[in-house]
């Protein structure tokens, strides 16, 4: 049986920029124009489908709807592109994956649509992801996200239609970004929001001819003739310019009153300077109806239109979940049209973190038999002799960690209770003043601790999972007991770990460059770069400790300086999934080399929602055995 994966592509919604991405185009021609920027989300409707390998290229659905199936054949498929109609943009897409990739159908099975379709939210485009999406993901064909997004584009430029370059945003889900646009190059950086923003989006139920709005305002590029052309420029390139950074400010600080006012503005803008060139369509009365109507003043910040503008789609922010609701029923049940919310939230920050430290230290005998090994002492390079757990928990704080649990055996528990509750006054008295100092951050420390049991030594999977409750569903970062990990840069291993969850909200593995005669050693990561500075990496593949060959053959990333090879740096962010799938092995005994393995658990996640590995800029020093232990002492402490 083939495998068969389930994905979920939503609709988009540009917040800010519509029409600057076609814009940005004509900088082929005209360098002069200004390069064009948008602020665009994924929303919380859109195409849930089931995809898997076939002898021919199917699209099928639960809806209702009329099956497609035909060869892949590049001419057949381009042909039914050229067409026209709802298959034409996924026959669009694989004819050009059967163009420049070595790939067999797929069968696209759509079991649910809540994304309205004709509605200026990009049904069309979503389509396209999805379609793009699983061939990348059933045939490993080792594209980024921006990579699905680039053949989708293409494939629908392969239609009638004439998307613009913003529409298969909606391949990074549901979050907001923002892409710029200069000419055939796109960039695209994730918006950290500050704060919660209620939308409401609305079909207008009026129609509006997107093909005749494009054909009008392009007839004003790449070089403007008249007032009136040079106005759409300066709308579409300095304005926008302006109202894109005050939006992305606005976004990052949580200020949805001054979003709203600024959304107004930007309506206002486009009325003045971009509705003449295409006055027929923008002139959009039903749109202004509801951005004049006052009875929503009550309910909302602002409003403006949506992607081409015209009578298609009107976007509203509301002051908060009890006004989106108001304003929901309201243009549902008076104004007779089709409304529903897009609430947007700071992505969980990670403020839990998890350390092993129930081992033994069998490989440190006889010395862990008279103190644990996260108790050996280093030099730190503050000049303080510390012990190894003390210099992981002060490096937590650092990176905004406020609760930690220790994962540790039952009868170990004394240890800690004593080494974190405060000395005696008489030794405290004894202490020099910073070691006063040091000895009051030690407690309060203390006091961020919580310990569970690990009863019975089933692997480190077994461990981990003992922490799903002190996790409550949360994001949780999980350290090593046994290493100790040095920055060199300006901020933490541990923080450097959560701002790639934070910018794309999936489980992370840390990572760093290793040579390739010690891949036998480690667990090594593939995958492809999710950003041009080569920081996060979509992993598609996590193997334990392969051989050279078979490293050099499959696990060789494409870097800027050539290939590198990707081991596990030994931090994790673990999301609620990596524990149910942890919850499940245990359950039915499902073990690698007789234990509960991480390893599996974080492949099977990877597998089924995406998993990133960050590449740390920091070492990592090993005290779990006696030379590493030697070579950290002696290295640590320096610098």
Not at 143 to 156: K, P, R
Request: a negative charge; proline letters at 4%.
């Amino acid at each position: 049986m083939s495998e068969k994966i389930e994905l979920f592509v939503p609709g988009r919604l540009c917040l800010f920029g519509e029409h600057s991405d076609w814009a940005g185009l004509h900088r082929n021609i005209n360098s002069a124009i200004i390069p064009g920027e948008a602020i665009v989300t994924g929303i919380e409707e859109g195409i849930y489908a089931t995809v898997e390998a076939a002898d021919r290229f199917i699209i099928e659905s639960d809806l209702g709807e009329e099956t497609f199936a035909c060869d892949m054949d590049t001419q057949v498929l381009r042909r039914t592109a050229c067409e026209g109609g709802y298959f034409s943009y996924v026959a669009g897409v694989a004819s050009y994956i059967n163009e420049h990739y070595s790939v067999g159908g797929l069968r696209i099975h759509i079991t649910r649509r809540t994304l309205p379709m004709k509605s200026g939210l990009s049904s069309s485009a979503a389509i396209c992801v999805l379609t793009a999406r699983g061939f990348n993901r059933i045939y490993k064909l080792k594209l980024n996200t921006l990579g699905e997004m680039n053949i989708a584009f293409i494939g629908e430029q392969r239609t009638p239609s004439r998307c613009g370059r913003l529409d298969q945003a909606c391949a990074f889900g549901v979050k907001p970004v923002h892409m710029t646009f200069d000419s055939n190059e796109v960039d695209v950086e994730p918006i950290t929001l500050g704060g919660t923003f209620y939308w409401v989006v609305a079909d207008l139920k009026a129609g509006k001819d997107t093909i005749k709005i494009l054909s009008d305002l392009n007839k004003c590029y790449p070089f403007a003739e008249n007032d009136r052309e040079r106005a759409v420029h300066e709308a579409l390139g300095a304005d926008n310019r302006e109202y894109i950074e005050r939006a992305s400010e606005l976004l990052t600080e949580g200020n949805a009153e001054g979003l709203g006012a600024l959304m107004r503005e930007v309506q206002e803008n486009f009325d003045k300077k971009v509705a003449p060139a295409s006055p027929k369509e923008l002139a959009s009365p039903v749109l202004h109806s509801v951005l004049n109507d006052e009875n929503l003043d009550k309910w909302i910040y602002g409003a403006k239109g949506v992607g081409s503008q015209g009578d298609g789609t009107v976007q509203l922010l509301a002051k908060d979940a009890a006004c989106q609701s108001e304003v929901i029923n309201y243009l549902n049940n008076v104004r007779g049209m089709e409304a529903f919310p897009l609430t947007l939230k700071p992505k969980q920050t990670v403020r839990k973190a998890v350390i092993p430290v129930a081992g033994f230290g069998t490989r440190l005998y006889p010395a862990t038999k008279a103190v644990k090994k996260d108790f050996l002492p280093v030099l730190d390079k503050d000049g303080l002799f510390k012990p190894v757990i003390m210099v992981l928990l002060e490096q937590l704080v650092q990176s905004g960690i406020e609760e930690v649990c220790l994962i540790i055996g039952r009868e170990e528990r004394h240890l800690y209770e004593e080494f974190f509750a405060p000395m005696s006054k008489e030794n405290y008295d004894k202490l020099p003043e910073d070691k006063q100092r040091y000895e009051d951050k030690l407690v309060k420390i203390g006091k961020m601790i919580s310990y569970v049991y690990q009863d019975e030594r089933r692997g480190f999977g077994h461990a981990v999972y003992q922490s799903r409750d002190f996790a409550d569903g949360e994001p949780v970062l999980l350290l090593l007991g046994d290493m100790i990990y040095e920055s060199l840069i300006g901020e933490t291993c541990s923080s450097q770990l959560i701002r790639c969850y934070e910018a794309y909200g999936l489980p992370v593995v840390s990572m760093h460059e290793i040579p390739k005669n010690q891949v036998v050693h480690y667990g090594i990561m593939h995958g492809v770069w999710e950003d041009t500075g080569e920081d996060g990496m979509h992993l598609d593949k996590i193997v334990e400790k392969p051989t050279v060959d078979y490293a050099e053959e499959n696990l060789a990333v494409r870097c800027k300086g050539g290939s590198s090879y990707f081991a596990v740096f030994g931090q994790y962010i673990l999301t609620e999934d990596v524990y149910k799938v942890l919850e499940k092995n245990i359950r039915l005994g499902i073990e690698s080399r007789g234990e509960i393995q991480l390893t599996d658990a974080l492949e099977e996640v990877r597998a089924a929602s995406g998993m990133m590995g960050c590449r740390i800029k920091g070492k990592s020093y090993d005290v779990g055995l006696p030379q590493m232990y030697i070579e950290t002492v002696r290295e640590f402490g320096r610098g």
